[in-house]
């Protein structure tokens, strides 16, 4: 029994990425070009992402059955995580012989300027949450850093009473600022970088990104606000 709980958490901690993992050099792929000297090295490439998010798909609904979803994009990072798994979750459910009904919403929120957290979450912008009341909600983000703003969230998304919430990351970020928040679904858990690409942006920037990369400092002064 103990093994099992052991491997679940090991499983909630998607695939583990190094501290000392070099990535792969730039060279190796494509990428916009007027992106040159911004970025520093590819940490995931772009089929990985799309393998992995398969994946999280067929164990979201294993996990939480066949169901009536709606599922809560957190924009603006979260929008390409959340188109390709919800593709991949609509190919399981046609493919099966029970439909899944699954609505999609959006909400928004700001916790970042340049490369730096600028403290309390700030919804900007989404669905009403209290149309939440009773469904079953899965969340869908792009990066989980100190756990505090989905912390937040999940709290506003409580005292509606929904009947269940799940959360999905695509990455995990390890940092000693953490509350150990550890979303349900984990695509990637990363070292504490800053990355880019995948609809993750910096300043608004690198969002026509397919990769992951780490930018480089370079990167950061060009187009910091």
């Known amino acids: 029994m103990a093994g099992k709980r052991e491997e679940a958490r090991d499983n909630r901690r998607g695939v583990v990425i190094s501290d000392d993992w070099p990535g792969y050099r730039l060279d190796l792929f494509t990428y916009p070009k007027h992106y040159s000297g911004d ?3 590819v940490l995931i490439p772009h089929g990985v992402i799309v393998d992995r998010t398969e994946k999280l798909a067929k164990d979201i609904m294993n996990d939480i059955g066949y169901c009536d979803i709606v599922v809560l994009c957190v924009l603006k990072g979260g929008y390409k995580f959340c188109s390709d798994l919800v593709e991949n979750l609509k190919n399981i459910s046609r493919n099966s012989d029970t439909f899944v009904s699954m609505k999609v919403d959006f909400i928004r929120l700001k916790s ?3 490369d730096q957290s600028v403290g309390d979450m700030q919804i900007i912008g989404g669905c009403d949450l209290s149309k939440l009341a009773g469904k079953n909600v899965l969340i869908v983000e792009d990066v989980v850093g100190t756990g505090r703003t989905m912390k937040a969230l999940l709290s506003k998304i409580e005292k509606y ?6 959360v999905t990351s695509l990455l995990v970020k390890r940092t000693s600022r953490s509350d150990n928040f550890q979303p349900d679904y984990t695509g990637f858990e990363i070292p504490d970088l800053f990355v880019v690409g995948y609809a993750l942006d910096y300043n608004e920037y690198f ?3 397919n990769h992951i990369c780490v930018i480089s400092e370079q990167g950061k002064v060009k187009y910091r606000v």
């Not at 009473?161 to 799940?166: L, T």
């Open 161 to 166: 009473k929904p009947n269940m919430i799940k």
């Open 112 to 114: 970042y300027q340049n």
């Open 207 to 209: 969002r026509d990104l």
């Open 39 to 41: 970025l520093d090295h």
